[in-house]
């Protein structure tokens, strides 16, 4: 049997130290293709790239650099760069956490999404270091889960995103997204020709203290394993706000008989 093929990409660019630990730590598992964004792309969410061409450039055998996004590089890379369909996605390792509400911002997650709405099994990984820190339990973890979900799989449209905390690792945790306070304003300035502007982002973030979330197994020093699902439906709120949906209609409705009867459409 021919070895799997892994897709491996990230948002902070082809040239990431975390990127290149992460290409030799999955390895062992199988033939790792390289797709990344040619440069930094953090914080881009889970954009595409639809109204300018994308260009590949071939760094390597299986590397490639993709002028666009982390989403544009997993899109790319399974419908289009790699010689058949990846067993697995892994998208990381990124400098910096990807906590509780910050899923929703970050390029790392979102390849990882795409990874998923296409239908191949994918892990997000950070690494919850301001600094420089070390990638070596970040790249341990990545393979454990990476070994285990190429033998198990996931369940449907659900994806792994996975925070390592830098420092002495005490274990994993399965965790459920953590919620952030914002209590810092917008900073307001102006600028040298007297033009306000502004900044948002710049405080650290602060967190609510919620058992049982990734940001409080990361602060406890356990690598945080969250499942994220991708069908956004709401099911409960489906079923309760579904009372709305005859009284919304009558309204629509009376208001249509208004309009013909002035005339209008
Ligand atoms: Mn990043």
């Known amino acids: 049997m021919s070895p799997p093929l892994l897709l491996v990409t990230n948002d902070d660019g082809i040239f990431a130290p975390g990127l290149a630990v992460l290409a030799e730590a999955l390895a062992p598992l199988g033939d790792v293709y390289v797709v990344a964004p040619d440069r930094e792309q953090s914080a881009v969410g889970h954009a595409l790239t639809?109204?300018?061409?994308?260009r590949v450039d071939r760094l390597g055998e299986r590397r490639f650099a993709v002028n666009g996004t982390p989403s544009d590089c997993v899109n790319l890379g399974i419908l289009g760069l790699l010689p058949a369909e990846p067993k697995l996605v892994v998208s990381g390792i990124n400098h910096g956490s990807n906590l509780g509400d910050d899923v929703t911002y970050s390029g790392t997650v979102s390849a990882a999404m795409e990874g998923t709405l296409l239908d191949v099994p994918s892990i997000a990984l950070s690494l919850a270091a301001a600094e420089q820190g070390s990638f070596d339990e970040a790249a341990r973890i990545a393979r454990l889960l990476a070994t285990r979900t190429l033998v198990e799989g996931l369940p449907a449209k659900t994806l792994l995103n996975v925070n390592v905390p830098s420092g002495r690792l005490k274990g994993i945790?399965?965790?459920?997204?953590?919620?952030?306070?914002?209590?810092?304003?917008?900073?307001?300035?102006t600028d040298p020709r007297g033009k306000t502007y502004y900044w948002i982002g710049a405080g650290p973030p602060l967190w609510e203290n919620l058992e049982s979330t990734d940001i409080m197994a990361v602060q406890d020093g356990y690598a945080s394993v969250t499942p994220l699902h991708l069908d956004l439906t709401h099911y409960d709120a489906l079923r309760r706000l579904g009372e709305w949906e005859g009284a919304l209609n009558a309204q629509l409705g009376a208001r249509g008989r208004r309009s013909r009867r002035h005339g209008r459409e």
């Open 173 to 189: 945790r399965f965790t459920r997204l953590g919620h952030r306070v914002y209590k810092e304003k917008v900073v307001q300035e």
């Open 50 to 54: 639809l109204h300018r061409p994308l």
